[in-house]
T-cell receptor
Framework: DTEVTQTPKHLVMGMTNKKSLKCEQH?????MYWYKQKAKKPPELMFV???????INESVPSRFSPECPNSSLLNLHLHALQPEDSALYLC?????????????FGDGTRLSIL | AQSVAQPEDQVNVAEGNPLTVKCTYS??????LFWYVQYPNRGLQFLLK??????LVKGSYGFEAEFNKSQTSFHLKKPSALVSDSALYFC??????????FGAGTRLTVKP
Protein backbone atom coordinates (compact mmCIF):
# COMPACT_ATOMS: atom_id res chain seq x y z
CA ASP A 1 0.00 0.00 0.00
CA THR A 2 1.18 3.46 -0.86
CA GLU A 3 1.95 5.88 1.99
CA VAL A 4 0.64 8.81 -0.02
CA THR A 5 -3.14 8.75 -0.23
CA GLN A 6 -5.03 10.49 -3.03
CA THR A 7 -8.77 11.03 -3.24
CA PRO A 8 -10.86 10.55 -5.23
CA LYS A 9 -9.41 7.73 -7.33
CA HIS A 10 -11.60 8.69 -10.27
CA LEU A 11 -13.31 11.97 -11.12
CA VAL A 12 -15.54 12.90 -14.03
CA MET A 13 -16.46 16.54 -14.35
CA GLY A 14 -17.88 18.98 -16.83
CA MET A 15 -15.96 21.98 -18.08
CA THR A 16 -17.94 24.36 -15.88
CA ASN A 17 -17.57 22.39 -12.65
CA LYS A 18 -15.36 23.16 -9.68
CA LYS A 19 -13.76 20.22 -7.92
CA SER A 20 -10.74 19.49 -5.77
CA LEU A 21 -8.18 16.70 -5.65
CA LYS A 22 -6.77 15.80 -2.27
CA CYS A 23 -3.47 14.29 -1.20
CA GLU A 24 -2.34 13.27 2.27
CA GLN A 25 0.87 11.86 3.72
CA HIS A 26 1.85 11.10 7.29
CA UNK A 27 5.53 10.38 6.77
CA UNK A 28 6.60 13.78 8.09
CA UNK A 29 7.69 14.84 4.62
CA UNK A 30 8.12 18.58 4.05
CA UNK A 31 8.05 18.66 0.26
CA MET A 32 4.99 17.80 -1.79
CA TYR A 33 4.41 17.72 -5.54
CA TRP A 34 1.67 17.60 -8.15
CA TYR A 35 2.30 15.86 -11.46
CA LYS A 36 0.16 15.35 -14.55
CA GLN A 37 0.55 12.11 -16.48
CA LYS A 38 -1.02 11.39 -19.86
CA ALA A 39 -1.40 7.81 -21.04
CA LYS A 40 1.90 6.08 -21.84
CA LYS A 41 3.83 9.28 -21.07
CA PRO A 42 6.11 10.25 -18.18
CA PRO A 43 4.80 12.43 -15.35
CA GLU A 44 5.10 16.18 -15.90
CA LEU A 45 5.79 18.36 -12.90
CA MET A 46 3.13 20.97 -12.14
CA PHE A 47 3.81 22.35 -8.66
CA VAL A 48 6.24 21.93 -5.79
CA UNK A 49 5.58 22.90 -2.18
CA UNK A 50 8.45 23.08 0.26
CA UNK A 51 7.63 23.65 3.93
CA UNK A 52 4.07 24.58 2.92
CA UNK A 53 5.24 27.30 0.55
CA UNK A 54 4.88 27.12 -3.21
CA UNK A 55 8.41 26.92 -4.58
CA ILE A 56 7.88 25.82 -8.19
CA ASN A 57 5.01 26.50 -10.59
CA GLU A 58 5.80 25.05 -13.98
CA SER A 59 3.76 27.61 -15.93
CA VAL A 60 0.54 25.77 -15.17
CA PRO A 61 -2.72 27.44 -16.34
CA SER A 62 -4.63 29.28 -13.65
CA ARG A 63 -7.54 26.86 -13.91
CA PHE A 64 -5.35 24.65 -11.69
CA SER A 65 -4.88 26.13 -8.22
CA PRO A 66 -2.77 24.33 -5.61
CA GLU A 67 -3.13 24.69 -1.87
CA CYS A 68 -1.10 23.32 1.00
CA PRO A 69 -3.14 23.77 4.22
CA ASN A 70 -0.52 22.04 6.37
CA SER A 71 2.51 19.81 6.08
CA SER A 72 0.43 16.66 5.59
CA LEU A 73 -2.11 17.87 3.06
CA LEU A 74 -1.98 19.06 -0.51
CA ASN A 75 -4.99 20.04 -2.59
CA LEU A 76 -5.43 20.83 -6.25
CA HIS A 77 -8.47 22.97 -7.00
CA LEU A 78 -9.91 22.62 -10.48
CA HIS A 79 -12.14 25.10 -12.31
CA ALA A 80 -13.20 25.47 -15.93
CA LEU A 81 -11.00 22.65 -17.15
CA GLN A 82 -10.64 21.66 -20.78
CA PRO A 83 -10.93 18.18 -22.32
CA GLU A 84 -7.16 18.10 -22.81
CA ASP A 85 -6.78 18.28 -19.04
CA SER A 86 -8.03 14.69 -18.80
CA ALA A 87 -5.13 12.73 -17.31
CA LEU A 88 -3.84 10.92 -14.24
CA TYR A 89 -2.89 13.43 -11.55
CA LEU A 90 -0.20 12.19 -9.23
CA CYS A 91 0.77 13.56 -5.87
CA UNK A 92 4.20 12.85 -4.40
CA UNK A 93 6.14 13.74 -1.28
CA UNK A 94 9.75 13.66 -0.17
CA UNK A 95 11.51 14.22 3.13
CA UNK A 96 12.50 17.65 1.89
CA UNK A 97 13.27 19.27 -1.42
CA UNK A 98 16.94 18.37 -1.40
CA UNK A 99 18.10 16.84 -4.65
CA UNK A 100 19.06 13.46 -3.19
CA UNK A 101 15.63 12.68 -1.76
CA UNK A 102 13.44 10.19 -3.63
CA UNK A 103 9.81 11.01 -4.10
CA UNK A 104 7.00 8.78 -2.88
CA PHE A 105 3.95 8.74 -5.11
CA GLY A 106 0.28 8.18 -4.52
CA ASP A 107 -1.78 6.08 -6.92
CA GLY A 108 -3.26 9.15 -8.52
CA THR A 109 -6.64 10.55 -9.44
CA ARG A 110 -7.83 9.68 -12.91
CA LEU A 111 -9.59 12.79 -14.17
CA SER A 112 -11.95 12.87 -17.14
CA ILE A 113 -13.31 16.15 -18.47
CA LEU A 114 -16.52 15.91 -20.46
CA ALA B 1 18.81 22.04 -18.23
CA GLN B 2 18.88 18.40 -17.39
CA SER B 3 17.40 15.64 -19.54
CA VAL B 4 17.21 11.90 -19.58
CA ALA B 5 16.72 9.48 -22.46
CA GLN B 6 15.43 5.94 -22.48
CA PRO B 7 16.25 4.67 -25.96
CA GLU B 8 13.97 1.62 -25.87
CA ASP B 9 10.18 1.91 -25.77
CA GLN B 10 9.85 -1.81 -25.14
CA VAL B 11 12.07 -4.53 -23.70
CA ASN B 12 11.08 -8.20 -23.84
CA VAL B 13 12.87 -10.90 -21.86
CA ALA B 14 12.17 -14.47 -20.86
CA GLU B 15 11.60 -15.29 -17.22
CA GLY B 16 14.85 -16.23 -15.52
CA ASN B 17 17.02 -14.32 -17.98
CA PRO B 18 18.91 -11.17 -17.05
CA LEU B 19 17.32 -7.87 -17.96
CA THR B 20 18.68 -4.42 -18.75
CA VAL B 21 16.69 -1.23 -19.17
CA LYS B 22 18.82 1.57 -20.58
CA CYS B 23 19.05 5.20 -19.52
CA THR B 24 21.37 8.03 -20.51
CA TYR B 25 21.39 11.49 -19.02
CA SER B 26 22.55 15.04 -19.59
CA UNK B 27 23.09 17.50 -16.74
CA UNK B 28 25.13 20.62 -16.22
CA UNK B 29 26.37 19.66 -12.75
CA UNK B 30 26.48 16.52 -10.64
CA UNK B 31 23.64 14.15 -11.51
CA UNK B 32 21.16 12.76 -9.05
CA LEU B 33 19.68 9.72 -10.78
CA PHE B 34 16.63 7.65 -9.92
CA TRP B 35 14.71 4.65 -11.21
CA TYR B 36 10.98 4.24 -10.69
CA VAL B 37 8.53 1.52 -11.68
CA GLN B 38 4.85 1.97 -12.48
CA TYR B 39 2.34 -0.87 -12.50
CA PRO B 40 -1.03 -0.44 -14.24
CA ASN B 41 -3.38 1.98 -12.49
CA ARG B 42 -0.78 2.74 -9.83
CA GLY B 43 1.57 5.56 -8.99
CA LEU B 44 5.33 5.39 -9.39
CA GLN B 45 7.35 3.32 -6.94
CA PHE B 46 10.92 4.27 -6.09
CA LEU B 47 13.46 1.53 -6.90
CA LEU B 48 16.90 3.04 -6.35
CA LYS B 49 19.02 6.16 -6.64
CA UNK B 50 22.57 7.24 -7.36
CA UNK B 51 23.89 10.29 -5.56
CA UNK B 52 27.59 9.65 -5.08
CA UNK B 53 29.91 6.81 -4.15
CA UNK B 54 29.91 3.30 -5.57
CA UNK B 55 28.93 3.11 -9.21
CA LEU B 56 26.84 -0.01 -8.61
CA VAL B 57 23.67 0.79 -6.71
CA LYS B 58 21.41 -1.87 -5.27
CA GLY B 59 17.70 -1.26 -4.85
CA SER B 60 14.34 -2.86 -4.20
CA TYR B 61 13.09 -6.21 -5.57
CA GLY B 62 16.57 -7.36 -6.62
CA PHE B 63 17.17 -4.49 -9.04
CA GLU B 64 20.49 -2.71 -9.37
CA ALA B 65 21.84 0.04 -11.58
CA GLU B 66 25.28 0.94 -12.78
CA PHE B 67 26.37 4.57 -12.98
CA ASN B 68 28.86 5.23 -15.78
CA LYS B 69 30.10 8.80 -15.82
CA SER B 70 32.10 8.56 -19.05
CA GLN B 71 29.10 7.17 -20.94
CA THR B 72 26.60 9.29 -18.99
CA SER B 73 24.50 6.19 -18.45
CA PHE B 74 22.55 4.69 -15.58
CA HIS B 75 21.22 1.34 -16.81
CA LEU B 76 18.84 -0.70 -14.66
CA LYS B 77 19.61 -4.39 -14.32
CA LYS B 78 18.36 -7.55 -12.71
CA PRO B 79 20.14 -10.92 -12.88
CA SER B 80 16.98 -13.03 -13.20
CA ALA B 81 13.70 -11.54 -14.42
CA LEU B 82 10.30 -12.44 -13.00
CA VAL B 83 6.95 -12.25 -14.78
CA SER B 84 5.86 -9.89 -12.00
CA ASP B 85 8.59 -7.43 -13.07
CA SER B 86 6.51 -6.60 -16.14
CA ALA B 87 5.72 -2.89 -15.81
CA LEU B 88 6.64 0.57 -17.04
CA TYR B 89 10.06 1.79 -15.90
CA PHE B 90 11.12 5.43 -15.67
CA CYS B 91 14.59 6.83 -15.28
CA UNK B 92 14.74 10.31 -13.74
CA UNK B 93 17.37 12.96 -13.11
CA UNK B 94 17.66 16.03 -10.92
CA UNK B 95 20.35 18.66 -10.98
CA UNK B 96 20.72 22.02 -9.33
CA UNK B 97 17.48 23.24 -10.90
CA UNK B 98 15.63 20.98 -8.44
CA UNK B 99 13.17 19.66 -11.01
CA UNK B 100 12.74 15.93 -11.39
CA UNK B 101 12.83 15.12 -15.12
CA PHE B 102 11.61 11.72 -16.24
CA GLY B 103 12.55 9.74 -19.30
CA ALA B 104 9.84 8.64 -21.70
CA GLY B 105 9.60 5.26 -20.03
CA THR B 106 10.37 1.70 -21.08
CA ARG B 107 7.75 -1.01 -21.00
CA LEU B 108 9.28 -4.25 -19.75
CA THR B 109 7.53 -7.49 -20.59
CA VAL B 110 8.77 -10.70 -19.00
CA LYS B 111 7.37 -13.82 -20.62
CA PRO B 112 7.04 -17.16 -18.82
Amino acid sequence: DTEVTQTPKHLVMGMTNKKSLKCEQHMGHRAMYWYKQKAKKPPELMFVYSYEKLSINESVPSRFSPECPNSSLLNLHLHALQPEDSALYLCASSADSLLNQPQHFGDGTRLSIL
Amino acid sequence: AQSVAQPEDQVNVAEGNPLTVKCTYSVSGNPYLFWYVQYPNRGLQFLLKYITGDNLVKGSYGFEAEFNKSQTSFHLKKPSALVSDSALYFCAVRDNSNDMRFGAGTRLTVKP
